[in-house]
Each structure stands twice: as C-alpha cells, then as structure tokens.
C-alpha cells in the first residue's frame, strides 16, 4: 500500500482511495482549504457537501482503481443522491489517510520513519487522528 492510501468498503464494492499531491491541489482549490482544516471541519460538523464530494471523487481517482469518469458517476449515485451524514466517515477516512504517514514509510530526505531514541520532555505515542475541536 503506498502512503496516503487506504481501502474499503464503500458505495457498490471495495475500492482504494488516496490523495497524492495532484489530488491535494485540485481538492484545496474545490474546498477553499487545506487538508487539515478540511479534516477538522469533517471532524467538527462545520463540512459543506462539496467537502465530502470531492474528497471521495478525488480519492477515488488518486486510488488508481476509477478513471474519472467512473469517480463522478459513483460520486454522484453514492454522495448526492445519499443522506448527506452517510459519507462523513469515508471522507474523513480519506483525508486521514492523506495526512498520516504509515510507519516505516521513507520520509523526505531519503530516511526511513525510525523510533525515537533520545530522551524527550514528552512522552511519544503511537499516530494518532489530531484531537476533535
């Protein structure tokens, strides 16, 4: 699985959805914000439909299983035509992805994600979703 993907069961079957870094720009463009404060907002309760839309439209797209032309036609049967509430989970899901690196996952300058081996004033933790607000 390469970073930023994540599969599972949505609308008619099982698919992958990432966000690589095409698909993070055109999705700022779309919702007017970041990743990040796109998750809050999911997280939050304050998203708009577009959020959801075209968080999972792209997601499908950046996923390489769906052209897109076949992201759209999902998007439109499984998110517009739903209960807006019913897609909240999987966008949020999507975005997550996008924004958490899988352990052991090369990091930039050519490292691998190793533990921490100093001493810190904080303990470390295991990944985790950035707290609700």
Same mark, same amino acid.
């Given at each position: 699985?390469?970073?930023?993907?994540?599969t599972?069961?949505?609308?008619?079957?099982?698919?992958?959805?990432?966000?690589p !870094?095409?698909?993070?720009?055109?999705?700022?463009?779309?919702?007017?914000?970041?990743?990040?404060?796109? !998750?809050?907002?999911?997280?939050?309760?304050?998203?708009?439909?577009s959020?959801?839309?075209?968080?999972?439209?792209?997601?499908?797209?950046?996923?390489?299983?769906?052209?897109?032309?076949? *992201?759209?036609?999902?998007?439109?049967?499984?998110?517009?035509?739903?209960?807006l509430?019913?897609?909240?989970?999987?966008?949020? *899901?999507?975005? !997550? *992805? *996008?924004?958490?690196?899988?352990?052991?996952?090369?990091?930039?300058?050519?490292?691998?994600?190793?533990?921490?081996?100093?001493?810190?004033?904080?303990?470390?933790?295991?990944?985790?979703?950035?707290?609700?607000?």
């Amino acid at each position: 699985m390469a970073r930023g993907e994540t599969t599972f069961d949505w609308a008619d079957g099982e698919y992958t959805f990432a966000l690589p !870094l095409g698909q993070v720009e055109e999705l700022q463009e779309k919702v007017g914000c970041g990743p990040y404060s796109l !998750l809050r907002r999911l997280q939050d309760g304050t998203w708009q439909q577009s959020d959801i839309r075209e968080t999972l439209r792209l997601g499908l797209i950046g996923g390489g299983q769906v052209k897109p032309v076949e *992201a759209m036609r999902l998007v439109r049967a499984y998110v517009d035509e739903r209960p807006l509430l019913e897609n909240v989970p999987a966008a949020t *899901a999507v975005i !997550l *992805a *996008a924004l958490v690196t899988p352990e052991n996952e090369p990091q930039p300058g050519g490292g691998e994600a190793e533990e921490a081996t100093t001493e810190s004033p904080s303990p470390t933790s295991e990944a985790s979703p950035p707290p609700s607000v």
